[in-house]
C-alpha cells in the first residue's frame, strides 16, 4: 500500500483509493465515451479530495470524513465541486459489475450525504 503525505498536515494518507479513483476515471472515459476534458475535470476531482479518499475504508463512507473537507475555513466553491465530480464517478463505479460496486455506491452515498447536511 503507497502513502502520500498531505501538504497541510504530517500525518500520511493511503494512496490506494485515490489510484483507484483515478482508475475509474480512465475506465469510465473509456466506456462512456466521455470527452478528454471532461475527464482531466474528473481527474482533478479525485486529487483534490485527497483527504477524505486517503483514509481507510470503514472512514471514507461516513458523511463525516466528506463534511470535513469543506468545513475547513480554507473552503471554497471549489472542494464542493471536487465533491460533486468524485461522487459523480464513485456512483457510476458502483453502477457497474465490480468487485466493489457497493463500496463505491457507499463513498458515493457518503458524499451525497455531506453535500445534503451543507445544504
Not at 500500500?1 to 490506494?16: D, F, N, V, Y
Not at 466506456?31 to 475527464?39: L, P, Q, R, Y
Request: glycine share 8%; net charge positive.
Amino acid at each position: 500500500m503507497g502513502e502520500i503525505k498531505t501538504k497541510r498536515e504530517s500525518r500520511r494518507l493511503s494512496s490506494t483509493l485515490i489510484d483507484t479513483g483515478l482508475e475509474l476515471v480512465a475506465k469510465r472515459s473509456e466506456i462512456e465515451g466521455v470527452s478528454k476534458d471532461t475527464a482531466k475535470r474528473h481527474a482533478a476531482a479525485i486529487r483534490g479530495v485527497v483527504h477524505a479518499l486517503g483514509g481507510t475504508r470503514s472512514r471514507v463512507i461516513k458523511p463525516g470524513s466528506w463534511v470535513a473537507l469543506y468545513a475547513r475555513s480554507d473552503s471554497t466553491s471549489t472542494v464542493i465541486s471536487n465533491m460533486k465530480f468524485a461522487a459523480v464517478i464513485f456512483e457510476w463505479a458502483g453502477c457497474q459489475q465490480y468487485e466493489d460496486s457497493k463500496f463505491y455506491s457507499d463513498i458515493a452515498i457518503a458524499i451525497r450525504t455531506a453535500l445534503a447536511v451543507r445544504g
